[in-house]
């Protein structure tokens, strides 16, 4: 009887699964002091406390002041709350936003609502590593220009953007600057004077935290309107009665993040590096997207000459591997995501991406497994086309 080996998770940059010391921060806040924060009766000032001690615990974080942190309900509501709520604050100065096109599409649908709007959105392109180059970002600020959003590290591709050189053209040019740092905080710093970023978008599900939960950072002074009106909370930024718990265990999980980064990035960096030595000894037409630009150490996007990624994803998901085909937001598509369209790659090439995502637990041996499933499903895959595995 063939051995039943237990499943192996790759797709850490779609989510990750909350730690056991997230979830234990979270409990007292669905329980004892489980209250509305904004309520003046001592239940509700013992939620307030909570609240405030959250606040400072992830403003030290972020190098931050509490009244620079906003509260919201994930990274994609930080997006939208960072384009739209400047946007509206400054649209009497200028009606130009630059951003690139291997955003994530929080960002990139934000800015097709603004050009719906009368907005001049600037997309620009990258490199053939997905990179952005310093020297198009300052050609394209105009005198218009109130915005620029340039994620801090590709979520497809693992590819880390030059943020504290683009912050600094935007600031000498009198231009917001906004970074969505959703896939960074396990490996990079999240220091926002120190990247000099004006906002700062994260979603703590990315980190071992909770789902439905993320935080803005907003440097003081920033113009921005509310997205959601009412009760005026998040020092009038985002009303709406604030998710404690939620909070609760997206700081704890930003701080054991930052704790262990240094030496979670390392050994994470080596198992990563040994998969595409895997792959690209036992497979052969492969090509590693990005690999020659700085990268989180946690992605690997690879391109499988004559295959569909679809089909590999099945194949690997029978072995109980679960992997991706780019952003698990496109998943489902057939067609070749706008990240990997973006590279300038054959189209034979665009077909068959599959993204890998390491994360805290993932081992050797699980690489190791994921290697040969892998060569398997390709070679059984390739026969059909007629290319050599």
């Not at 039943?4 to 997230?22: K, Q």
């Not at 789902?211 to 997205?227: C, E, F, I, M």
């Not at 994470?268 to 595409?276: K, M, P, Q, Y």
Request: with cysteine; glycine share 10%.
């Amino acid at each position: 009887m063939d051995e039943i080996l237990p499943p192996i998770y790759l797709d850490n940059a779609a989510t990750t699964p909350a730690r056991t010391e997230v979830v234990e921060a979270m409990l007292p806040h669905f329980t004892a002091n489980g209250y509305n924060p904004s309520s003046q009766h001592a239940r509700g000032r013992a939620a307030r406390a909570a609240l405030d001690d959250a606040r400072d615990r992830i403003a030290r974080l972020f190098g931050a002041t509490r009244k620079e942190i906003v509260f919201t309900g994930g990274g994609s509501e930080a997006d939208n709350l960072a384009i739209f709520g400047v946007a509206r604050a400054l649209r009497d100065r200028g009606r130009h936003v630059v951003s690139t096109v291997i955003e994530h599409h929080a960002v990139l649908r934000a800015l097709e609502a603004l050009a719906e709007d009368g907005w001049a959105v600037t997309l620009l392109p990258v490199t053939a590593d997905g990179v952005v180059e310093p020297e198009r970002f300052a050609a394209a600020l105009r005198p218009d220009t109130v915005l620029a959003s340039v994620m801090y590290a590709n979520n497809e591709l693992g590819t880390v953007q030059p943020i504290r050189e683009l912050a600094s053209l935007a600031r000498g040019a009198g231009v917001l600057f906004h970074t969505d740092a959703v896939q960074v905080p396990v490996s990079l710093s999240v220091d926002c004077p120190e990247l000099g970023v004006d906002l700062l978008s994260i979603s703590a599900h990315k980190f071992y935290g909770p789902k439905g939960v993320g935080a803005l950072y907003v440097r003081d002074g920033t113009p921005l309107r509310p997205l959601i009106h009412g009760g005026g909370q998040e020092f009038a930024n985002r009303s709406g009665t604030e998710n404690v718990a939620g909070i609760a265990g997206m700081v704890a999980a930003l701080e054991l993040a930052g704790a262990e980064r240094s030496e979670a990035s390392r050994r994470i960096g080596a198992l990563r590096d040994r998969l595409e030595a895997g792959i690209l000894k036992r497979i052969a037409h492969v090509r590693i997207n990005g690999r020659e630009a700085p990268r989180l150490p946690t992605h690997c996007s690879a391109s499988f000459l004559g295959v569909e990624s679809e089909h590999v994803l099945v194949r690997l998901d029978l072995e109980g591997i679960a992997v991706s085909a780019g952003s698990a937001c496109t998943s489902g598509a057939l067609e070749p995501s706008h990240v990997i369209a973006a590279l300038g790659l054959p189209e034979a090439w665009m077909r068959g991406v599959i993204r890998f995502s390491l994360g805290r637990e993932t081992t050797e041996f699980e690489i190791d497994r994921v290697v040969e499933a892998l060569a398997r499903a390709i070679g059984d895959l390739r026969e059909f086309s007629r290319i050599p595995a």
